[in-house]
């Protein structure tokens, strides 16, 4: 899919070299890709911490009014959505995720180019969308997690609100394509010897976030859209008075919010396991349980959301299990800290700024560990609900484990990046003025939380005896807020004036420090062998470390040889540039800006300019639809077609998806008040159309079949059977949707309506993209080269359609027959 | 296995069980209750919140009830943003049960120094039960953002 179909002669350049602007805005190369992401996620950093300083200002005092409360609520709402969708999340999966995990694992790029330019261009979008308030009428100043039902158009009218339902489902979208990315990169692109356990421990932390945003996105799209119908369709997914609860946003937002940390704090463990025994100048200690124990944590976080709805009175079941889980979490948390202090364990240290800043993460995380074991507790965690005590905690997760961590990586991957060294000095100074502002800022917020200081106040009582430890917080902030700053002065004086890096510049272990600094366009000359974990150490010092001992003594590693860097004899295939990744998000910003504005000429110019961008993207190539990884541009470790594993990647991503609407049906059916309810359902003709999607599940078995054989005669036909029940289906859904808007239920009727129309519309539009997918693939097969050799094509065209089938099956039982069952 | 090994396991596993009895001891020794189950405020098409709750019991008339000798029902609504009642006179010992809900958006319900500390959700009922020894005036709070002025819905509580 990515591969170029005329061979591009590469010049032995750097990837940051060449192209110009417009190189740039097509660049599917994921070290650029990794660069614009970071340029956009320190801009973000900047403005999340300017926002942050402004808070605190506003908070030196009882009674201040530096700004406005309207402003304040804004600031705090954007501080935190910015920093973590913007800023942190950018930073750790967008920078280092991209840019290294290809290196780490010997590749030359991501398994799709083009769809990890797609997620940066949507994610700017996104950012841009939650932005645009400032010109129409103020930012959202709901918080960062929105409650319900503030968020809904009577509480919180004009566009603010709408601007940031719409910029997270773009935002989260983007993230979901870049993880699905970075999975399928992993499970199929992995050099010769390179085994999962031989992986470097970012790589595994890399694959299981993956996993996470993949599964946790879901539900959070799903209560957002709930939210975006409210504000715009009149539904009552979070109204009371239609016999809503406002609690089911709590629990779809924390159902993504709690593995939401671990998809920041796994990335940042990964970080610090790469930092510690590059500076310790040891292996990882104890790597099989450094990866299990990553493994634990994300299956534990899904069972852990309820700890932030202790004070909604979920009942004394649901509160023990949560704690429960909430206590156990801690297990593999530990043995990730106590792992990284046995690496540091008779290690031979070298103290540079980015080992400073792994120490510190292990040192602040754990304090935020220890607090946040606190909240496992139910009855302490209830006492500190939306206390500062809370916002103390968070901090010290956030800002002591991952935007540490996001330093350490900083410094020690900068040079690999830039091809510059930073300065050693004004990071050390950074260090210690971080140490002093993070503490000094949030540890006294512990003693405030404690004392009846609640969050998210815009000012306070004089008489309350929480002034001064305010002030020492506002002050420190300050500080902290000077630390970065040295850090951007840092930043740009190593791009103007900064010793050259060489390519391995700390002594490194695993394989991107092999490479050039900056890397080649292609990465690797030569696809690497991987012969044990640290790859490249192993190179270097041999199995036993007995190689090259005197230039280990003497401090100066041995660096690549001339030959390892020379550029290839032959040209290599590297996936070439386009312009509709761009274009295509430019639909999304302009399609979502007509949704907020109401102006549906302009969504449908955003519709059909993304809808355009998409099909082009997809028929760039003469190369569309063949098994075209090139072996020497993508070494394929599993066997399996990148593109299969990416389409069960995104369907697994789907059925939790799915899952939240069934849910949502589920809760909101026994609610129903007013209006028609169930018994509306006609049985009969939803079985018809049942049974006609079902023998399209068989077609399409057929159709797959006679292209294997190499049959398009009867693929056609196959193929075409397919198609003709999927649009019987539709048509008897379309039948069966006006019948029901003629019986008096529609979306804004009653809960029946709006969750039964919601789930079985969103069921139905799958439908109607498989049919189109189909449609498409059928018009191709009178191309020429339509013949066996594609029968991928078909199979993952099919192994969508069986799993909306198969969604169809479990919906037509929950939603038609178990009620026709109760109703008996 | 090491003996260090095996020193580390049961001291890990001591930590455990005592993070259990502390958390058993906090809720049957001390007492300290999770907000219930909620009882639901029956909602009807098409009708405010803020009218449904003028009719319905105990809402249709907020403030201290006693119902027996020392023993107290304090039924407050939360709405935007400020409590009704907002300034809640008690004897001292007076062990209370507070029944409160929200008439709008989300609310918190706190009352600093003490374990009251309830979700308010617009439609349900929260209660917390507590007992008032010591005299003083304490601050009743919200706690969950609930919008432009959230910072000055507070009221307090007198115990005499």
Same mark, same amino acid.
């Given at each position: 899919m990515?591969?170029?179909?005329?061979p591009?002669h590469?010049?032995?350049?750097?990837?940051?070299? $060449?192209?110009?602007?417009?190189?740039? *805005?097509?660049?599917?190369?994921?070290?650029?890709?990794a660069?614009?992401?970071?340029?956009?996620a320190?801009l973000?950093?900047?403005?999340?911490?300017?926002?942050?300083?402004?808070?605190?200002?506003? *908070?030196w005092?009882p009674?201040?009014?530096?700004?406005?409360?309207?402003?304040?609520?804004?600031?705090?709402?954007?501080?935190?959505? +910015?920093?973590?969708?913007?800023?942190?999340?950018?930073l750790?999966?967008?920078?280092?995720?991209?840019?290294?995990l290809?290196?780490?694992?010997?590749?030359?790029?991501?398994?799709?180019?083009?769809?990890?330019?797609?997620?940066?261009?949507?994610?700017?979008m996104?950012?841009? *969308?939650?932005?645009?308030?400032?010109? /129409?009428g103020?930012l959202?100043?709901?918080?960062?997690?929105?409650?319900?039902?503030?968020t809904?158009?009577?509480?919180?009218p $004009?566009?603010?609100?709408?601007?940031?339902?719409?910029?997270?489902?773009?935002? $989260?979208?983007?993230t979901?394509?870049?993880?699905?990315?970075?999975l399928?990169?992993?499970?199929?692109?992995?050099?010769?010897?390179?085994?999962?356990?031989?992986?470097?421990?970012?790589?595994?932390a890399?694959?299981?976030?993956s996993?996470l945003?993949?599964l946790a /996105?879901?539900?959070?799209?799903?209560g957002?859209?709930?939210?975006?119908?409210?504000?715009?369709?009149?539904?009552?997914?979070?109204?009371?008075?239609?016999?809503?609860?406002?609690?089911?946003?709590?629990?779809?937002?924390?159902?993504? =919010?709690?593995?939401?940390?671990?998809i920041?704090?796994?990335p940042?463990?990964?970080v610090?396991?790469?930092?510690v025994?590059t500076?310790?100048?040891?292996?990882?200690?104890?790597?099989?349980?450094?990866?299990?124990?990553?493994?634990?944590?994300?299956?534990?976080?899904?069972g852990?959301?309820?700890?932030h709805?202790?004070?909604?009175?979920?009942?004394?079941?649901?509160?023990?299990?949560?704690?429960?889980?909430?206590?156990?979490?801690?297990?593999?948390? =530990?043995i990730?800290?106590f +792992?990284?202090?046995?690496?540091?364990?008779g290690?031979?240290?070298?103290?540079?700024?980015?080992?400073?800043?792994?120490?510190?993460?292990?040192?602040?995380?754990?304090?935020g560990?220890?607090?946040g074991?606190?909240?496992?507790?139910?009855?302490?965690?209830?006492?500190q609900?939306?206390?500062?005590?809370?916002?103390a905690?968070f901090?010290?997760?956030?800002?002591?484990?991952?935007?540490?961590?996001?330093?350490?990586?900083?410094?020690?991957?900068?040079?690999?990046?830039?091809?510059?060294?930073l +300065?050693?000095?004004?990071?050390?100074?950074?260090?210690w003025?971080?140490?002093?502002?993070?503490?000094?800022?949030?540890?006294?917020?512990?003693f405030?939380?404690?004392?009846?200081?609640?969050?998210?106040?815009?000012?306070y009582?004089?008489?309350?005896g929480?002034t001064?430890?305010?002030?020492?917080?506002?002050?420190?902030?300050?500080? *902290?807020?000077?630390?970065?700053?040295?850090?951007?002065i840092?930043?740009?004086?190593?791009?103007?004036?900064?010793?050259?890096?060489?390519?391995?510049?700390?002594?490194?272990?695993s394989?991107?420090?092999?490479?050039a600094?900056?890397?080649?366009?292609?990465?690797?000359?030569?696809?690497?062998?991987?012969?044990?974990?640290?790859?490249?150490?192993?190179?270097?010092?041999?199995?036993?470390?007995?190689r090259g001992?005197?230039?280990?003594?003497?401090?100066?590693?041995p660096?690549?040889?001339?030959?390892?860097?020379?550029p290839?004899?032959?040209?290599?295939?590297?996936p070439?540039?386009s312009?509709?990744?761009?274009?295509?998000?430019?639909?999304?910003?302009?399609?979502?800006?007509?949704?907020?504005?109401?102006?549906?000429?302009?969504?449908?110019?955003?519709?059909?300019?993304?809808?355009?961008?998409?099909i082009?993207?997809?028929?760039?190539?003469?190369?569309?639809?063949?098994?075209?990884?090139?072996?020497?541009a993508?070494?394929?470790s599993?066997?399996?077609?990148?593109r299969?594993v990416?389409?069960?990647?995104?369907?697994?991503?789907?059925c939790?998806? /799915?899952?939240?609407?069934?849910?949502?049906y589920?809760?909101?059916? $026994?609610?129903n008040?007013?209006?028609?309810?169930?018994?509306?359902?006609?049985?009969?003709?939803?079985?018809?159309s049942?049974?006609?999607?079902?023998? +399209?599940?068989?077609?399409?078995?057929?159709a797959?079949?006679?292209?294997?054989?190499?049959?398009?005669?009867?693929?056609?036909?196959?193929?075409?059977?397919?198609?003709?029940?999927?649009l019987?289906?539709?048509g008897?859904?379309?039948y069966?949707?006006?019948?029901f808007?003629?019986?008096g239920?529609?979306?804004?009727?009653?809960?029946f309506?709006?969750?039964?129309?919601?789930?079985v519309?969103?069921?139905?539009?799958h439908?109607?993209?498989?049919?189109?997918?189909?449609?498409?693939?059928?018009?191709?097969?009178? =191309?020429?080269k339509?013949?066996?050799?594609?029968?991928?094509?078909?199979?993952?065209?099919g192994?969508?359609?069986?799993?909306?089938?198969?969604?169809?099956?479990?919906i037509?039982?929950?939603?038609y027959?178990?009620?026709?069952?109760?109703g008996? | 296995?090491?003996?260090?090994?095996k020193?580390?396991?049961?001291?890990?596993?001591?930590?455990?069980?005592?993070f259990?009895?502390a958390?058993?001891?906090?809720?049957?020794?001390? !007492?300290?209750?999770m907000?219930?189950?909620?009882?639901m405020?029956?909602?009807?098409?098409?009708?405010?919140?803020?009218?449904?709750?003028?009719? #319905?019991?105990?809402?249709?008339?907020?403030?201290?009830h006693?119902?027996?000798?020392g023993?107290?029902?304090?039924v407050?609504? !939360?709405?935007t943003?400020?409590?009704?009642?907002?300034?809640?006179?008690?004897?001292?010992?007076?062990?209370? #049960?507070?029944?409160?809900?929200?008439?709008?958006?989300?609310?918190?319900?706190?009352?600093?120094g003490?374990?009251?500390n309830?979700?308010?959700?617009?439609?349900?009922?929260?209660?917390?039960?507590?007992?008032?020894?010591r005299?003083?005036?304490?601050?009743?709070?919200?706690h969950?953002y609930?919008?432009?002025?959230?910072? #000055?819905?507070?009221?307090?509580?007198?115990?005499?």
């Amino acid at each position: 899919m990515a591969a170029h179909p005329k061979p591009l002669h590469v010049e032995p350049a750097n990837y940051l070299q $060449g192209g110009g602007v417009i190189g740039w *805005l097509t660049t599917v190369d994921h070290k650029r890709i990794a660069v614009l992401y970071g340029v956009s996620a320190l801009l973000f950093l900047g403005l999340g911490g300017l926002e942050a300083m402004a808070i605190r200002i506003q *908070l030196w005092a009882p009674g201040e009014h530096f700004i406005s409360a309207r402003a304040y609520n804004e600031l705090f709402t954007m501080h935190g959505t +910015s920093m973590l969708f913007l800023a942190v999340m950018p930073l750790l999966l967008g920078t280092f995720a991209n840019f290294m995990l290809p290196l780490q694992i010997g590749a030359r790029d991501v398994a799709f180019p083009r769809i990890n330019a797609l997620s940066f261009w949507v994610s700017l979008m996104g950012a841009i *969308l939650l932005h645009l308030g400032w010109f /129409f009428g103020g930012l959202p100043d709901a918080g960062w997690f929105g409650y319900a039902n503030l968020t809904e158009r009577m509480y919180s009218p $004009g566009l603010p609100l709408d601007f940031w339902t719409l910029g997270l489902i773009v935002a $989260g979208a983007s993230t979901i394509l870049a993880t699905l990315n970075f999975l399928v990169t992993l499970i199929t692109m992995r050099a010769p010897g390179m085994s999962y356990m031989r992986m470097p421990m970012f790589c595994w932390a890399i694959m299981i976030t993956s996993i996470l945003v993949l599964l946790a /996105f879901p539900p959070l799209t799903v209560g957002l859209i709930f939210l975006l119908m409210d504000r715009f369709f009149g539904t009552h997914f979070y109204i009371v008075s239609a016999g809503a609860t406002p609690i089911l946003w709590q629990h779809l937002f924390w159902l993504f =919010g709690h593995p939401e940390v671990y998809i920041i704090a796994l990335p940042a463990f990964g970080v610090i396991s790469e930092v510690v025994p590059t500076f310790s100048r040891k292996p990882l200690f104890g790597y099989p349980m450094m990866a299990y124990s990553i493994c634990l944590i994300a299956f534990l976080s899904y069972g852990v959301w309820g700890h932030h709805m202790f004070a909604t009175g979920m009942g004394p079941v649901a509160d023990a299990a949560f704690a429960v889980t909430s206590m156990l979490i801690a297990i593999p948390t =530990g043995i990730k800290i106590f +792992s990284w202090i046995a690496t540091v364990w008779g290690g031979s240290l070298r103290m540079t700024t980015s080992f400073y800043f792994a120490l510190g993460m292990i040192l602040e995380f754990t304090f935020g560990g220890l607090s946040g074991i606190m909240h496992a507790s139910a009855p302490i965690d209830l006492q500190q609900t939306d206390s500062y005590f809370v916002v103390a905690h968070f901090h010290y997760v956030l800002f002591g484990g991952a935007v540490f961590a996001i330093l350490a990586g900083i410094f020690y991957w900068w040079p690999k990046v830039t091809g510059k060294m930073l +300065s050693e000095r004004l990071g050390k100074l950074q260090f210690w003025l971080t140490i002093i502002g993070f503490n000094g800022t949030f540890f006294p917020m512990h003693f405030l939380g404690m004392w009846g200081m609640p969050r998210r106040i815009y000012t306070y009582g004089a008489g309350l005896g929480w002034t001064h430890l305010n002030q020492l917080e506002t002050v420190c902030a300050m500080i *902290l807020g000077l630390a970065f700053l040295v850090m951007y002065i840092n930043m740009v004086w190593s791009i103007a004036n900064g010793e050259k890096a060489p390519p391995d510049p700390w002594d490194g272990r695993s394989l991107e420090w092999s490479v050039a600094s900056p890397p080649p366009v292609y990465n690797f000359a030569r696809i690497p062998e991987v012969r044990g974990r640290d790859a490249w150490w192993i190179v270097k010092y041999g199995r036993t470390g007995s190689r090259g001992l005197a230039a280990y003594m003497s401090g100066k590693p041995p660096q690549p040889s001339a030959a390892d860097l020379a550029p290839p004899a032959e040209p290599i295939h590297m996936p070439a540039p386009s312009i509709f990744p761009l274009i295509l998000s430019i639909g999304v910003l302009v399609a979502s800006l007509g949704v907020i504005i109401g102006e549906w000429r302009i969504v449908i110019l955003g519709a059909v300019t993304l809808v355009v961008a998409a099909i082009a993207m997809g028929f760039e190539y003469p190369t569309f639809g063949q098994e075209s990884h090139d072996p020497m541009a993508a070494p394929s470790s599993g066997g399996t077609d990148v593109r299969k594993v990416g389409i069960w990647s995104f369907i697994g991503s789907e059925c939790l998806f /799915f899952a939240s609407l069934i849910a949502t049906y589920i809760i909101y059916k $026994g609610r129903n008040i007013g209006g028609p309810g169930a018994e509306i359902l006609e049985i009969p003709l939803t079985s018809f159309s049942t049974f006609a999607l079902l023998m +399209s599940s068989l077609a399409m078995v057929l159709a797959l079949a006679a292209i294997q054989r190499n049959d398009r005669t009867w693929m056609r036909v196959w193929l075409g059977t397919t198609i003709g029940l999927g649009l019987v289906f539709l048509g008897v859904e379309a039948y069966e949707f006006t019948h029901f808007y003629h019986e008096g239920l529609s979306l804004q009727t009653d809960l029946f309506g709006q969750s039964f129309f919601t789930l079985v519309g969103f069921h139905g539009a799958h439908v109607s993209i498989g049919v189109l997918w189909l449609a498409t693939l059928w018009f191709a097969s009178f =191309g020429e080269k339509f013949d066996g050799s594609r029968s991928l094509s078909v199979e993952l065209a099919g192994l969508y359609w069986h799993f909306v089938d198969i969604v169809w099956v479990i919906i037509f039982t929950l939603v038609y027959l178990m009620q026709q069952v109760k109703g008996a | 296995m090491e003996a260090y090994e095996k020193s580390f396991l049961v001291a890990s596993g001591a930590v455990l069980v005592a993070f259990l009895l502390a958390l058993a001891y906090s809720v049957f020794a001390m !007492g300290i209750s999770m907000p219930g189950r909620m009882e639901m405020i029956a909602c009807t098409a098409d009708q405010k919140l803020r009218k449904v709750l003028r009719v #319905t019991p105990p809402f249709d008339n907020p403030g201290v009830h006693e119902t027996a000798p020392g023993k107290f029902d304090v039924v407050v609504i !939360g709405q935007t943003w400020s409590f009704a009642p907002d300034n809640i006179e008690l004897p001292v010992g007076a062990e209370v #049960t507070f029944r409160a809900t929200s008439s709008d958006v989300i609310h918190g319900f706190m009352i600093v120094g003490t374990n009251v500390n309830m979700m308010l959700v617009p439609g349900e009922v929260s209660s917390e039960t507590y007992k008032f020894s010591r005299p003083g005036e304490y601050l009743l709070l919200c706690h969950e953002y609930c919008g432009r002025l959230h910072h #000055t819905m507070s009221g307090k509580v007198v115990v005499k």
